[in-house]
T-cell receptor, first 114, second 115 residues
Framework: DADVTQTPRNRITKTGKRIMLECSQT?????MYWYRQDPGLGLRLIYY???????NKGEISDGYSVSRQAQAKFSLSLESAIPNQTALYFC?????????????FGQGTRLTVV | AQSVAQPEDQVNVAEGNPLTVKCTYS??????LFWYVQYPNRGLQFLLK??????LVKGSYGFEAEFNKSQTSFHLKKPSALVSDSALYFC?????????????FGAGTRLFVKA
């Protein structure tokens, strides 16, 4: 089983609909992240969480919200989806006890807003 | 401000030849530098990182990267490319003492290895 699991893997939704992307991890990490990947732009940080009670906006948080339901679960919501939110979304985790640690990524959710 | 540049959108190399994927960065202080690889329909996988010490870092799948402080570069290299190395490669930089969240990713370089 993957250490970082995202559901769904693919989703097509209509403009204006609310949609939730879910992420769960078995790494035991306290830090979790949501990134968005667009061609030619790399990965951009949407939200990050250092623990259940600590949630922070990233560089492109407008139009998104998150919930950290438990140490292992971090969900991303699009309150009212719009076509320019069509992208590949990644959840990631890292060990907060180590400053220079790498991140572990889920397999991604491909979201299409029509 | 932190930034990462991967100047090549795509790199083409023949199997068996050496490969280089370029990365330059701008960050205050001594950065932590990372390379990740993304295969089709997969998430990013960690390849290697530079924290301190030896400028030549060895990582997974035979890859290595050379940290050059004066040129602010962290190029990814492999002596002999394989077709299976074809993927999307991301360079990332993190300034120290930023809590781990300020990791900036480059735009990615697509590597094609031709048989």
């Amino acid at each position: 089983d993957a250490d970082v699991t995202q559901t769904p893997r693919n989703r097509i939704t209509k403009t204006g609909k609310r949609i939730m992307l879910e992420c769960s991890q078995t790494k035991g990490h306290d830090r979790m992240y949501w990134y968005r990947q667009d061609p030619g732009l790399g990965l951009r940080l949407i939200y990050y969480s250092f623990d259940v009670k600590d949630i922070n906006k990233g560089e492109i948080s407008d139009g998104y919200s998150v919930s950290r339901q438990a140490q292992a679960k971090f969900s991303l919501s699009l309150e009212s989806a719009i076509p320019n939110q069509t992208a590949l979304y990644f959840c990631a985790t890292s060990d907060g006890t180590v400053q220079n640690t790498e991140a572990f990524f889920g397999q991604g959710t491909r979201l299409t807003v029509v | 401000a932190q930034s990462v540049a991967q100047p090549e959108d795509q790199v083409n190399v023949a199997e068996g030849n050496p490969l280089t994927v370029k990365c330059t960065y701008s960050v205050s202080g001594n950065p932590y530098l990372f390379w990740y690889v993304q295969y089709p329909n997969r998430g990013l996988q960690f390849l290697l990182k530079y924290i301190t010490g030896d400028n030549l870092v060895k990582g997974s799948y035979g890859f290595e990267a050379e940290f050059n402080k004066s040129q602010t570069s962290f190029h990814l290299k492999k002596p002999s490319a394989l077709v299976s190395d074809s993927a999307l490669y991301f360079c990332a930089v993190r300034a120290p003492n930023t809590g781990g969240f300020k990791t900036i990713f480059g735009a990615g370089t697509r590597l094609f290895v031709k048989a």
